[in-house]
Every structure is written in C-alpha cells, then in structure tokens.
C-alpha cells in the first residue's frame, strides 16, 4: 500500500525509473501470480508508474516482465479490477512502441488473450441490480 501511495504522487515517478523498483515489481508477478490482491496492488503502482517514459521503457527492456504480465491477465480473466489495470498498463507499454506491440501480440501470444478477454467481458451477463 505505501509504494502505491507514493507511486501516484507525479514527483516520485523519476525516483522509481532511475532505480529497479520496476523490474523488482515485474519480478514480483512471476512469484505471486495467483496471489490476486498482491497483484492487484503490483499492478496499481505500474499502470500509474506506465505514464512516465523512463518506467515505461524500464519494463520494454524485460521481455520476462511482459510475459508475466500476460500470466497474470491469463491467471485472473474474472478479476476485473486486476484486468482493467494490466490492460490500461499494457495499453501504455503498446501505444507508441511498435516493437512492444510485435513482442506482446505475436511473439508472446497475447492477441489471442486479448480478444479472449474481450469476448469474456463484452458478453458477460451484468448483474442484477
């Protein structure tokens, strides 16, 4: 929770690009995966540390990170808020790196996750109010 809390102040963000806080992170995915709050937290702190280039560029440098991004997504499909914060990650990781997008569409099969995910959640039955 107290990384998280520091993560969201705009000021801190270089501090966490200059150090390997973002790969330590990445790592902690690949150990925890089915851990879903822990996740959840992770992945809170990278989808706000994704806005700035430096941490952005930190975790396209680790192909492992990218795939234990896509392990998450493919542990925790009904995990909503755990979805909604690895794709708005992801999202950032791809929108202007071309490169990204090849290495998490092609090479490490995320097109197929991610219109699974799509489908998953376009057609999902809302619940009753």
Not at 69 to 85: E, F, G, K, T
Not at 116 to 125: D, H, P
Request: glycine share 6%.
């Amino acid at each position: 929770g107290t990384l998280r809390n520091i993560a969201v102040m705009s000021a801190h963000t270089p501090l966490f690009a200059a150090t390997r806080v973002v790969p330590a992170l990445a790592a902690v995915v690949g150990r925890y995966v089915r851990h879903a709050e822990l996740m959840l937290n992770v992945a809170r702190i990278l989808a706000k540390l994704s806005g700035h280039e430096g941490c952005r560029r930190a975790l396209s440098r680790d192909e492992e990170a990218l795939r234990q991004l896509l392990q998450l997504l493919r542990v925790h499909p009904d995990n909503s808020a755990l979805v909604m914060r690895v794709g708005y990650l992801l999202g950032n990781l791809t929108v202007s790196n071309n490169a990204n997008r090849l290495t998490l569409g092609t090479t490490l099969g995320g097109a197929d996750l991610f219109v699974a995910l799509l489908a998953r959640y376009c057609w999902r039955t809302p619940a009753p109010p």
